[in-house]
């Protein structure tokens, strides 16, 4: 039970370290699908920002290179460029929806704007920065004037941006000097129009902010800055002169959890339920074959035998302490695992087996390859301690050779004091029934000339000596009387000495049965001379008793011992002699074949259907009052079945109570061939074995 507890607990643990461990690997694998996702999530969307900062770059190059066109076209009409300025002006850049004017505001001369007049747009201020006395120097302009500034609030009201070149004179002296700048105003709604950004702003919170001009405090052109950005998406714009950093977060913020969270999560519990499930109903299975196990042991432990298993390589499985017992002397090699070949072969070479001393490679053949049979093999060993061991090995269906050994030392002693006995007892009743026949044989060889007593020499010479002496007639009569007398005392005298001779007899053959003696010579037989001398000398007593005798057999011939089946068939007779009162008794014989049948058929008590097995067992009498009635031994039958199986036949029977009895002898009709003599033989030993 310790055991079992243990077995438990181990379980328990293994079930707790299980679920332990399947929660962590879950937790961790959610963890990593989680942040896979946020991973893709960001990566989507910083996907999407990307094309959204290249459509912005290109679109602010574009402008930017439209300026330069514009530049190039200023300086190449040379004084009368504010005349051709709006058409060029038109022509570079005027078709797109968001430059809402384009400005050209040379050091020295008129500014010329596109349309006319747009140049009051411009934030106050914005212009005196192109002006004033630094204004040529390109890093100051780049720094302070910025080539892309705002969003500013245009004069108009609305959000704008500029974008601002500088315009150097290649054809005037000295070359390169600053000529002035031109300039793009971008209406910042439609500029973020045009690059998309409502789009990205349905799902996404946007900053944008002038890096460039970093030293202004105005420098966010879009988005809310008291938000907080922490955690946002950031990359930059970069345009020619000037750079943006994009700041974007998702409007709900980054996901905690992915949209497949919660079914996640449910497969996961699902997973470990099942996985916990699985290893509980593996590990009740474990329990119970653990049990089974244990209770096998424990059977084979208590059994008084000893026992081995040998699975189907011949190995050992287990065995219990009275299998190894047996084998002391080999203990070392008789372990889970050793070859039945190697076990066999130490206790024949240890001298463990007495049997196999001397001939150690004939015992190790025979006992070692009985794991390789089919069939079960039994013996009988003598051990060199003096104990006698039974030995029994039986194949089992997995190919595995279970091995039985049994201490059957007292058994056998047993046995031979049983045998030893057993013959002293037929050696008394041979040697005590032929000194019972001996004297019995002269007792009624005198009985048989006591009865004629009226051919006795004395009777006559005393018959005679009356008859001369004229002795009265009352004297003659009684000695007449006497002779008689005596005649009939004879006669009981005789019946009962015959009687008492049968009995002998019967006891005689039934001993030389036990002792195995008894000797029958079968031969082909005329029926008739088996039948006639039974008829003569049993007719006139089946008369006496009042009843009729019928006779009905058939003039062929039986394989038989003429005289046993007499015998068998003058006890039938006499049986129902003996239990018929009135009625008739019949012979008659029947013939198969290969089997003649006689049938005595009578018109008695007949046999209850409980006790029709019983009458053939030796000393068995049904009612013994009736029989002693009747008289008998109850022998007759054993003998008579024994008889018939010697020949070959069987006795069997058929009754009725109150109706009569038929038995029947069956014998060969003729010799047996070979080869039914062989399966005779072999049906005989299958039938002693069993
Ligand atoms: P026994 O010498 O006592 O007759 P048997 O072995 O010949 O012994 O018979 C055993 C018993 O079988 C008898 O005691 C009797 O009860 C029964 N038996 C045998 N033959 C007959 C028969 N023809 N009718 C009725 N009972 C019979």
């Known amino acids: 039970m310790a055991n079992i507890a243990k077995f438990r607990l181990g379980a328990v643990i293994v079930l707790i370290a299980a679920l332990i461990a399947l929660i962590v690997v879950s937790l961790k694998i959610?963890?990593?699908i989680e942040k896979q996702y946020q991973e893709d999530f960001r990566a989507a969307a910083y996907d999407e920002l990307i094309e959204r900062r290249e459509e912005v770059e290109a679109t602010t190059f574009g402008m930017f290179l439209a300026l330069q066109r514009l530049a190039s076209h200023v300086l190449d009409s040379s004084s009368d460029w504010g005349e051709h300025f709006e058409h060029f002006a038109e022509r570079e850049i005027g078709d797109s929806s968001y430059v809402t004017a384009v400005i050209a505001s040379p050091l020295v001369g008129p500014e010329a704007a596109y349309p006319s007049g747009a140049a009051d747009l411009l934030p106050a201020g914005q212009e005196a920065v192109l002006f004033d006395s630094q204004a040529s120097d390109p890093e100051y302009l780049a720094a302070k004037a910025?080539?892309?500034?705002?969003?500013l609030q245009a004069t108009d009201g609305r959000q704008v941006l500029l974008l601002r070149h500088r315009v150097l004179s290649h054809f005037m002296e000295?070359?390169?000097?600053?000529?002035?700048v031109t300039t793009v105003v971008v209406d910042l709604v439609r500029f973020l129009e045009r690059i998309g950004l409502a789009e990205i702003s349905r799902g996404f919170d946007i900053l944008i902010r002038?890096?460039?001009?970093?030293?202004?405090?105005?420098?966010i052109i879009h988005g809310d800055v008291s938000r907080n950005w922490t955690d946002a998406l950031s990359f930059d714009f970069e345009f020619p002169n000037g750079s943006w950093e994009v700041l974007a977060i998702p409007r709900e913020g980054w996901p905690l959890h992915s949209p497949d969270w919660l079914r996640n999560r449910i497969v996961m519990f699902g997973v470990t339920f099942f996985v916990i499930l699985t290893l509980s109903y593996v590990l009740r299975l474990s329990e119970l074959r653990y049990l089974a196990e244990e209770r096998l042991n424990n059977a084979i432990r208590a059994m008084e035998n000893g026992l081995a298993i040998f699975d189907s390589q011949g190995r050992l499985h287990k065995c219990n302490a009275n299998f190894a017992g047996f084998y002391s002397g080999a203990l070392d090699v008789i372990r889970p695992g050793a070859t039945a070949r190697e076990i066999v072969e130490t206790i024949a070479r240890r001298g463990i087996?007495?049997?196999?001393?001397?001939?150690?490679?004939e015992w190790i053949a025979e006992h070692g390859s009985a794991h390789r049979r089919t069939k079960n093999y039994t013996c009988t060993d003598k051990m060199s301690n003096g104990r006698i061991l039974r030995v029994s090995d039986h194949r089992m269906e997995d190919g595995g050779t279970v091995c039985i050994r049994s201490d059957v030392t007292e058994l056998e002693e047993a046995v031979a004091e049983a045998q030893?006995?057993?013959?002293?007892?037929?050696?008394?009743?041979?040697?005590?029934?032929?000194?019972?026949r001996t004297p019995l044989t002269v007792i009624l060889g005198l009985a048989g000339i006591a009865k004629l007593t009226d051919r006795m020499p004395v009777v006559r010479a005393l018959k005679t000596v009356l008859e001369e002496t004229s002795a009265p007639p009352i004297v003659r009569e009684k000695?007449?009387?006497?002779?008689?007398?005596?005649?009939?005392?004879?006669?009981?005298?005789?019946?009962?000495?015959?009687?008492?001779?049968s009995l002998i007899n019967e006891m005689l053959d039934f001993a030389k049965i036990e002792s195995g003696t008894f000797v029958v010579e079968c031969a082909e037989t005329p029926i008739s001379e088996i039948v006639e001398p039974l008829e003569a000398q049993l007719e006139i007593e089946v008369n006496r008793k009042g009843l009729a005798f019928e006779v009905n057999c058939d003039e062929g011939s039986v394989y038989a011992d003429a005289f046993r089946t007499r015998q068998i068939l003058y006890n039938l007779i006499g049986n129902a002699l003996k239990f018929t009162d009135m009625g008739k008794i019949v012979l008659s014989t029947e013939r198969t074949d290969s089997h003649v049948m006689f049938h005595v058929r009578d018109t008695g008590t007949g046999i209850a259907l409980d006790d029709i097995d019983k009458i053939f067992e030796a000393f068995r009498q049904v009612d013994s009052s009736v029989t002693r009635r009747r008289g008998g031994t109850g022998l007759g039958l054993a003998i008579s079945?024994?008889?018939a199986l010697a020949q070959g036949g069987t006795i069997s029977v058929d009754s009725e109570l109150g109706v009569g009895s038929t038995f029947t002898l069956s014998l060969l009709a003729a010799a047996p061939t070979t080869r039914a003599r062989e399966d005779k033989r072999d049906r005989a030993d299958r039938g002693q074995a069993a």
Request: charged share 25%; net charge negative.
């Open 174 to 180: 000295p070359e390169n000097e600053f000529w002035g």
């Open 210 to 219: 002038d890096e460039s001009n970093s030293s202004t405090t105005d420098t």
């Open 146 to 151: 910025g080539l892309l500034n705002g969003p």
């Open 30 to 32: 959610e963890e990593l």
């Open 641 to 643: 079945r024994e008889l």
């Open 479 to 501: 000695v007449d009387e006497v002779i008689d007398h005596f005649s009939k005392l004879v006669i009981q005298q005789e019946k009962s000495g015959q009687h008492l001779l």
């Open 353 to 361: 087996v007495a049997d196999a001393i001397g001939c150690e490679d």
């Open 420 to 436: 030893a006995a057993n013959v002293t007892k037929t050696q008394f009743i041979n040697t005590l029934s032929h000194e019972l």
